[in-house]
C-alpha cells in the first residue's frame, strides 16, 4: 500500500503534486493501491477548503486512490498507542514549560551546538508526575541503539540516539504532532513504500523509532523526492513564486496532462520527452530521478504545454476553450504559431470574437468592409470572399489586406487569412461586428 498525504494548510504546490504523481505511477507499477490522507491535526495552520481542493486536483490529474480520509479521524488511535509506550516506560510526561524549553534552545544556539532536550522530565518519579497537575507533553524516549533508514534514491543513512533526541509525540492538548500521526497511520494502513518531499528526510528515522518502540517490525521502504528550486534565486520554489502553485498553473492556461509530463520529466532520465502518465507508466524507472535539486523552467513546461496542445483532440481542445466545434479547435491549434497557453489562445479567440474598433489605422476601410462582408452571400473558399470584398469596397494590396484581417481576427498580425478562414467562414455573421 502507497499513500499520499497532504496537509490541508495552501493551495497545493507542485512539488507536492509531484510526489502525488510518482506514487500514483508506483502504485500502478507496483499493482499495490493508493490512499489519500489528510494530514488536519495541526488545527492552526489547516485552512478551510483546502482538503477539497487538493481532492480536486488529484481528479484533475486522474491520480486514483482507493480511499481518502482525514488523519484526525484516527485519534483515538493515536491517544492509545501514546499510553501504550507511557505505560511501558518507553515515552514520558513532560511538564517541561514553553519558556524552558525555550531557554534551552537559546542556550544551546548562543554555544553554536544544536538543541536536544535535556530529559530533565524523563527522571521524574511516578509519584511527581501522579501529583503534578499541570499539562503535559508526551515525550518518546530517545533510542538506545542506531538507527538506521535506506532512502531508495541516495543509499543507506545511520542516526544515533542523539540525532533522534526525545521528541514530543502528543501536544498538551492531547493531539499527536506530525511525527506520531505519520508514523502510527503508516502501520495502521499497512504502507511499504512512502514517497515523499527531501524536506521529511530527517523525520524518517524518528517515525521509524515510534514503530519499532511500539513493537511493529515490518519493513517501510522510503524514497524522498529532491526540492524543487526556483531557476533565478536557486532557494526552493516557495509560495511567493506563483508558478509553485498548481492552481495559478492551470489558471494560467497550463494543460493537467502537461503540467504532469513536466513534472515527471523533471530532473530524471526519461526515453521521451513528450508523453503522458499511463505511457510513464509502463516504462518510469524512479531510480532514474537525480538527487540534485532541479530547477523550474517555465519556458520548458510552456513548450511541453504547446507540444500536448499540438496532439491533442480538436473536439477536446475546443470545449476547454468553451465551444462545441471541432472547427474552433483547428483553428486555436493554427495560433500555436503564437501562442503557448489556453489563457492565450483563449485572447486570440476573444479578440477574434469580439467587436473591432480600430480608430488610428484604417479606419473608413474597416468599416468600408464590415458592411461589406455583412450583406455579403456565404463564400466556401477564402479567394472568393476576398475577392467578392476587394471587388464591392474597390481596395487591393495593402489596404485591403490589413484591414481585412483586422474585421476577421481583431488583430493587425498573426496566421495567413487562407489557413484561418475555412475555420471561421461558419462564424463571419457573429465576427464582423
Ligand atoms: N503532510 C506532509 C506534507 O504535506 C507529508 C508528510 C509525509 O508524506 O509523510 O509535507
Avoid at 210 to 220: D, Q
Wanted: aromatic letters at 10%; hydrophobic letters at 35%; a negative charge.
Amino acid at each position: 500500500m502507497l499513500r499520499f498525504a497532504p496537509s490541508p494548510t495552501g493551495d497545493m504546490h507542485i512539488g507536492n503534486l509531484r510526489v502525488a504523481l510518482f506514487n500514483h505511477i508506483l502504485s500502478k507499477q507496483l499493482k499495490e493501491d493508493l490512499i489519500i490522507r489528510i494530514e488536519d491535526t495541526d488545527k492552526e495552520r489547516n485552512i478551510e477548503g483546502k482538503d477539497k481542493e487538493i481532492l480536486e486536483m488529484l481528479s484533475l490529474f486522474n491520480i486514483e486512490y482507493k480511499i481518502a480520509h482525514y488523519q484526525s479521524d484516527n485519534l483515538k488511535y493515536h491517544q492509545k498507542m501514546a499510553m501504550q509506550l507511557l505505560m511501558q516506560k518507553k515515552a514520558f510526561a513532560c511538564f517541561c514549560s514553553d519558556e524552558r524549553l525555550e531557554m534551552q534552545r537559546e542556550n544551546a544556539k548562543d554555544s553554536g551546538k544544536p538543541y536536544r532536550y535535556d530529559s530533565f522530565c524523563e527522571k521524574l518519579t511516578d509519584d511527581e508526575v501522579i501529583n503534578n497537575e499541570s499539562g503535559f507533553t508526551i515525550r518518546i524516549k530517545k533510542p538506545e541503539h542506531n538507527i538506521k533508514c535506506t532512502d531508495e534514491l541516495r543509499g543507506e543513512f545511520d542516526y544515533n540516539p542523539f540525532d533522534v533526541d526525545s521528541f514530543i509525540i502528543m501536544r498538551k492538548d492531547k493531539t499527536p504532532t506530525y511525527n506520531f500521526a505519520c508514523a502510527v497511520d503508516d502501520m495502521l494502513y499497512d504502507i511499504s513504500l512512502v514517497i515523499r518531499g527531501e524536506d521529511h528526510l530527517s523525520n524518517t528515522p524518528k517515525q521509524k523509532h515510534i514503530r519499532e518502540s511500539l513493537g511493529y517490525t515490518k519493513e517501510i521502504k522510503y524514497l524522498h523526492l529532491p526540492i524543487i528550486l526556483n531557476a533565478q534565486t536557486g532557494k526552493k520554489m516557495s509560495k511567493r513564486d506563483n508558478a509553485s502553485s498548481v492552481k495559478w498553473l492551470i489558471e494560467e492556461g497550463f494543460l493537467p496532462i502537461a503540467i504532469a509530463n513536466y513534472l515527471v520529466l523533471l530532473g530524471s532520465k526519461t526515453p521521451k520527452e513528450i508523453f503522458t502518465i499511463e505511457e510513464a507508466i509502463e516504462w518510469f524507472d524512479i531510480k532514474n530521478i537525480s538527487t540534485n535539486a532541479p530547477k523550474f523552467d517555465i519556458d520548458k513546461l510552456r513548450f511541453i504545454n504547446k507540444e500536448h496542445l499540438k496532439i491533442i483532440d480538436e473536439m477536446r481542445l475546443s470545449k476547454i476553450l468553451g465551444f462545441a466545434d471541432e472547427d474552433i479547435g483547428k483553428l486555436a491549434k493554427i495560433y500555436l504559431e503564437e501562442a503557448s497557453t489556453i489563457k492565450e489562445i483563449k485572447t486570440k479567440l476573444d479578440a477574434i470574437f469580439g467587436t473591432k474598433h480600430t480608430s488610428e489605422d484604417y479606419v473608413s476601410e474597416v468599416e468600408h468592409i464590415k458592411k461589406c462582408a455583412q450583406n455579403a452571400p456565404f463564400f466556401d473558399s477564402y479567394d472568393d470572399f476576398k475577392n467578392y470584398i476587394s471587388t464591392q469596397c474597390g481596395l487591393k494590396g495593402k489596404s485591403l489586406f490589413m484591414p481585412l484581417r483586422f474585421c476577421l481576427t481583431g488583430a493587425w498580425h498573426g496566421p495567413n487569412l487562407s489557413d484561418i478562414y475555412p475555420y471561421i467562414k461558419n462564424y463571419l455573421g457573429e465576427i464582423i461586428k
